[in-house]
């Protein structure tokens, strides 16, 4: 079975643009979380979607946002870059059945994204 | 914040068993630990979790104390390829309404497994 997938792997961006990073997670897992990784705050929490709603969201500022499509792919956008968004950010899938057991969560490789 | 608290750093020999330690006193009754590990620049690995009974799988064995405050996880034969940030989470278990895909990552500790 294929693991979580993001594309692009690297962005190089200019402060004030925007950038949008994509995840397929693993086939049939209905969640998808995205954190961002820096080395001063270590791995932060973004924001959760499960069947195309947003279930829960860190403690980021609203140009972060994104979506969740019904094939369970899902995309995140950060609007008006600046030069602390320079980050890992990872996306995580799980399969997540509705009232079962809360399955692990399978992590892809991340998108290096770097504001200049 | 996290829950849990480890240490900064570890080292392990090559071939030993390597015993991370994770302290999480508040830990709430329907919360179980959850340990996943980073290989440099790479997304974390899930290792292993537990809510009170000891566990193991191929990769390592958890170890949760009686009271469940603390827990270890053991590397029976740590290899070089297992040096890494190793991440102890505690989360609630079950999904439902107001739980969700959400890991609350600490600092981890490094290890460095060594020749």
């Known amino acids: 079975k294929a693991g979580v997938t993001q594309t692009p792997r690297y962005l190089i961006k200019t402060r004030g643009q925007q950038v949008t990073l994509s995840c397929s997670p693993i086939?049939?897992?209905?969640?998808v979380s995205w954190y961002q990784q820096t080395p001063g705050q270590g791995l932060q929490f973004l924001f959760e979607y499960f069947s195309e709603t947003q279930r829960n969201k860190g403690n980021f500022p609203g140009r972060f946002s994104g979506r969740q499509f019904s094939n369970s792919r899902s995309e995140m956008n950060v609007s008006t870059l600046e030069l602390g968004d320079s980050a890992l950010y990872l996306c995580?899938?799980?399969?997540?059945?509705?009232?079962?057991?809360?399955?692990?969560?399978?992590f892809g490789p991340g998108t290096r994204l770097t504001v200049l | 914040d996290a829950k849990t608290t480890q240490p900064t750093s570890m080292d392990c020999a090559e071939g030993r068993a390597a015993n991370l330690p994770c302290n999480h006193s508040?830990?709430?009754?329907?919360?179980?630990v959850y340990w996943y590990r980073q290989i440099h620049s790479q997304g974390p690995q899930y290792i292993i979790h537990?809510?009170?009974n000891n566990e193991t799988n191929e990769m390592a064995s958890l170890i949760i104390t009686e009271d469940r405050k603390s827990s270890t996880l053991i590397l029976p034969h740590a290899t070089l390829r297992d040096t890494a940030v190793y991440y102890c989470?505690?989360?609630?278990?079950?999904?439902?309404?107001?739980?969700?895909?959400?890991?609350?990552f600490g600092q981890g500790t490094t290890l460095q497994v060594k020749p």
């Open positions: 086939s049939g897992h209905r969640s």
């Open positions: 995580a899938s799980s399969l997540a059945s509705s009232g079962g057991f809360n399955n692990e969560q399978f």
């Open positions: 508040t830990i709430s009754g329907n919360e179980y």
């Open positions: 537990g809510l009170k």
């Open positions: 989470i505690v989360r609630v278990g079950q999904y439902g309404s107001g739980n969700t895909g959400k890991l609350i």
